[in-house]
């Protein structure tokens, strides 16, 4: 998720008579910087809509208004970790590929020392309050290997990091080099799930399910993101995606309400949101003068990713009710996305000030 928004174009220094070749200057895609803002934005809507849901127990007959408000709100940003994956895509692909092994692991440092160091966070804070459900050092070890409560919306960067690494590797043995580090990485990756489970037998002792990698509907959006984001303007018309993508979104709503919650990332109805919502961004022109606070506002989209969970527990969820009735939940809901999303992303852009972003995201 680290800010790799940019893609090589020609520029020329020296003069064609004294011989100095070319050397290739980065295009900003301040489109690729609003998809990051809607994204994360997105995710905490459907955060929200979920405090609804669950007050409800997923029932209407225990609140129509809150389970309708709710569910709506998850209809709406089923493409939102997908489209992480297609960024991700794009940026190693085409936006940014790695120059080297090196620089690669310089992009894995940054979003893995994050995601530890928030997973410490609401371990703390959990305990502090009370609400784990586990030691808080077996929680600890367990989040290694995978995301744990209560830093359950972490989840997808145990999916993200392999992805960029692979896709990396990719790159750079096409570009004649040895990344023999990146190759280790992804080795340990493929066989921890058996050697835990090979531990586990021969100890007798129960290991903790390994999260690290990812499938194949991941790696699909991240080349397919990465295809798709690199349309040259005007390729596709968008008058088609701002067509299907009500459809796409009522879609959601039927089967998260009618077959089963959660609709899965892989699921048809997601794959097709998420490619409408990414051809009526991708390329969008952005004014000028938006353009510095956008980048700005983006840059704090991860950070802001990270912390709104502990705004969602200790504002949301005490304020969610299945009483509510179906305009009042309406307008709580759309008041407390609001709320969060202005504290989370106010957060993280105080600790960008204080040069804490490598460390808080």
Do not use: E
């Given at each position: 998720m680290q800010n790799d928004t940019a893609v090589r174009m020609p520029r020329q220094r020296g003069s064609v008579a004294s011989g100095k070749p070319t050397v290739p200057a980065r295009e900003h895609r301040f489109d690729i910087d609003l998809m990051r803002l809607i994204c994360s934005a997105t995710i905490m809507l459907g955060h929200v809509g979920a405090q609804f849901i669950h007050a409800t127990g997923n029932d209407p007959a225990n609140g129509a208004g809150a389970y309708w408000a709710g569910h709506v709100a998850e209809g709406i940003n089923a493409f939102a970790v997908p489209m992480y994956f297609a960024i991700a895509g794009w940026a190693v692909l085409a936006g940014a590929p790695p120059r080297d092994g090196s620089r690669m692991w310089q992009r894995v440092v940054r979003n893995v020392v994050p995601l530890f160091a928030w997973t410490a966070v609401y371990l703390i804070w959990a305990w502090l309050r009370d609400r784990n459900d586990r030691p808080m050092t077996e929680l600890a070890a367990n989040s290694l290997f995978g995301s744990v409560q209560?830093?359950?919306h972490l989840w997808f960067m145990y999916a993200y990091v392999p992805i960029i690494v692979l896709l990396a590797f990719a790159v750079l043995i096409k570009a004649g080099q040895r990344p023999w580090g990146l190759g280790a990485a992804l080795l340990g990756i493929a066989v921890l799930p058996s050697a835990l489970t090979t531990i586990a037998e021969v100890t007798g002792r129960g290991t903790p399910p390994v999260a690290w990698g990812f499938s194949t509907y991941s790696l699909v959006y991240a080349v397919g993101g990465a295809l798709?984001?690199?349309?040259p303007a005007g390729v596709v018309r968008k008058r088609w995606p701002a067509v299907l993508l009500p459809f796409t979104m009522a879609g959601a709503l039927w089967y998260n309400t009618q077959?089963?919650?959660?609709?899965?990332?892989?699921?048809l109805f997601v794959a097709a949101m998420s490619v409408c919502v990414l051809l009526l961004v991708s390329r969008v022109r952005v004014p000028e003068k938006w353009r510095p606070r956008l980048r700005n506002l983006a840059d704090a989209a991860l950070g802001a990713y990270m912390v709104h969970v502990l705004f969602v527990e200790e504002i949301v969820h005490p304020l969610v009710s299945p009483d509510l009735g179906g305009p009042v939940a309406g307008l709580l809901l759309a008041g407390l996305v609001?709320?969060?999303?202005?504290?989370?992303f106010a957060t993280s852009l105080l600790w960008g000030r204080l040069n804490l972003r490598r460390l808080l995201g």
């Open positions: 209560p830093a359950y798709l984001f690199s349309l077959v089963h919650y959660v609709l899965p990332n892989a699921h609001v709320t969060v999303m202005a504290l989370s």
